[in-house]
T-cell receptor, first 115, second 109 residues
Framework: DGGITQSPKYLFRKEGQNVTLSCEQN?????MYWYRQDPGQGLRLIYYSQIVNDFQKGDIAEGYSVSREKKESFPLTVTSAQKNPTAFYLC??????????????FGPGTRLTVL | KNEVEQSPQNLTAQEGEFITINCSYS?????LHWLQQHPGGGIVSLFM???GKKKHGRLIATINIQEKHSSLHITASHPRDSAVYIC???????????FGAGTQVVVTP
């Protein structure tokens, strides 16, 4: 089946540790996105990538890093510099259209808790 | 101030009732998305629209570009419609979405 997978579903880490969240898609989508969701707030964009080996910062990139070495993979690292990393993280992907993008497809999310 | 505002924040309806969720935005957009998030956290895209109206089953989405307003209607609501409904606007060609805070809908039998 085509889709987006994120692993793990739940992740616990000690404060000060870096942690990497996985996102893989087999939809052959060009664009991939990472969002953070906090209770009572809308999703906020962390990073996005249009093509392999290229990515741009979103609205809240501080304390996060990404890589796009393969079209199907867009891992997110939450570094120790992120002041409040406990949140629900969602990955998404979409087709790039001429001058626009199509519907974004979301993964199931990873709930990160920093103890 | 959030550039995408949804109302109401919470909504409870009895099975069979007609439900309306509103979304207002203050920026120029190329498209608007309505998303559904179930308790497990996964998000599903319901509609993407840039003008007029779209219908899928019991769901109807409308948008008025001049008034910068969109509505999502659920006809003959059912308990399985219980979810958070999220409005998101596409503000550039790079796929960058700005999201509303969501509307929690509970439909009781």
């Amino acid at each position: 089946d085509g889709g987006i997978t994120q692993s793990p579903k739940y992740l616990f880490r000690k404060e000060g540790q870096n942690v990497t969240l996985s996102c893989e898609q087999n939809l052959n989508h060009d664009a991939m996105y990472w969002y953070r969701q906090d209770p009572g707030q809308g999703l906020r964009l962390i990073y996005y990538s249009q093509i392999v080996n290229d990515f741009q910062k979103g609205d809240i990139a501080e304390g996060y890093s990404v890589s796009r070495e393969k079209k199907e993979s867009f891992p997110l690292t939450v570094t120790s510099a992120q002041k409040n990393p406990t949140a629900f993280y969602l990955c998404a992907s979409s087709i790039l259209l001429a001058g626009s993008t199509d519907t974004q497809y979301f993964g199931p999310g990873t709930r990160l808790t920093v103890l | 101030k959030n550039e995408v505002e949804q109302s109401p924040q919470n909504l409870t309806a009895q099975e069979g009732e007609f439900i309306t969720i509103n979304c207002s935005y203050s920026v120029g957009i190329s498209a608007l998305h309505w998303l559904q998030q179930h308790p497990g956290g996964g998000i599903v895209s319901l509609f993407m629209l840039s003008s007029g109206k779209k219908k899928h089953g019991r769901l109807i989405a409308t948008i008025n570009i001049q008034e910068k307003h969109s509505s999502l209607h659920i006809t003959a609501s059912h308990p399985r419609d219980s979810a958070v409904y999220i409005c998101a606007v596409l503000t550039d060609s790079w796929g960058k979405l700005q999201f509303g805070a969501g509307t929690q809908v509970v439909v009781t039998p």
